[in-house]
């Protein structure tokens, strides 16, 4: 799919919530069929899926035949899992993943008869000793006779103190077109993170600062702080 940090678990995310960023240009979850492979350090997957057209999204039936089809790469270089974030088991060599997907959808919006949707997505992710950085960055373009293209990225950082304490801090930014209500949606968010048992068993005190500002410049702002508790067997 699109997104690395939308197609990981819950469980094993660095922060409570997912970034703006990847809320905004994932896919879902949606009924398909794929395709994939690994050799040695490179792996590859080709899909179809439903589509979002009325009537569609995720987790729901097709109601025609536009789909969505989406070819993800990606290259790991070292010990890493790209869809465990934070360095939880603290690497001991450098490990570094990076991978790009390409979506294409036809979608069928009502108001006109079909939307064609090109969605764009390249992340890297390094860890190191306790330490990892992980970014994303992300354009889609929407053509239904005349094109809006959003882009936006977020990238994240955390550090181990010890085993069990983790210190955590994001930047998140989505930039709409000129057409869109939005002209930019954007997230400072930080957090500190105990784990009793890596990510099987952990608490999470997020703070987040959220800002969405319409194309006249008017800001609403948001401050938001959660504490979780997750444990998975």
Request: glycine share 12%; no cysteine; hydrophobic share 35%.
């Given at each position: 799919g699109i997104s690395r940090q939308n197609v990981a678990s819950d469980e094993t995310l660095q922060f409570a919530e997912r970034s703006v960023a990847s809320n905004e240009f994932n896919l879902g979850r949606q009924q398909g069929l794929g395709v994939g492979g690994d050799m040695d350090s490179l792996s590859w997957m080709a899909a179809v899926y439903n589509g979002h057209s009325i009537g569609e999204g995720q987790n729901a039936e097709g109601v025609d035949t536009n789909h969505t089809a989406v070819v993800n790469?990606?290259?790991?270089?070292?010990?890493?899992?790209?869809?465990?974030?934070?360095?939880?088991?603290?690497?001991?060599?450098?490990?570094?993943?990076?991978?790009?997907?390409?979506?294409?959808?036809?979608?069928?919006?009502?108001?006109v008869d079909e939307a064609e949707v090109d969605t764009i997505n390249v992340d890297v992710m390094y860890k190191y000793q306790g330490f990892s950085l992980a970014a994303e960055y992300y354009d889609r373009t929407v053509d239904t006779g005349s094109d809006v293209d959003n882009d936006g990225f977020y990238a994240q950082a955390g550090y181990f103190l010890n085993e069990d304490w983790e210190l955590a801090a994001r930047y998140s930014v989505v930039s709409y077109d000129d057409g869109e209500e939005l002209d930019e949606s954007s997230e400072w968010a930080g957090g500190v993170n105990y784990y009793w048992w890596k990510h099987q068993m952990k608490a999470q005190i997020n703070y987040y600062a959220l800002t969405d500002e319409d194309q006249s410049g008017n800001e609403v702002n948001t401050d938001k702080w959660m504490l979780q508790l997750s444990s998975w067997f």
């Open positions: 790469l990606r290259y790991n270089v070292g010990e890493i899992d790209p869809k465990v974030e934070g360095d939880i088991d603290n690497t001991g060599d450098h490990a570094f993943t990076i991978g790009a997907a390409y979506a294409y959808e036809e979608n069928d919006v009502g108001a």
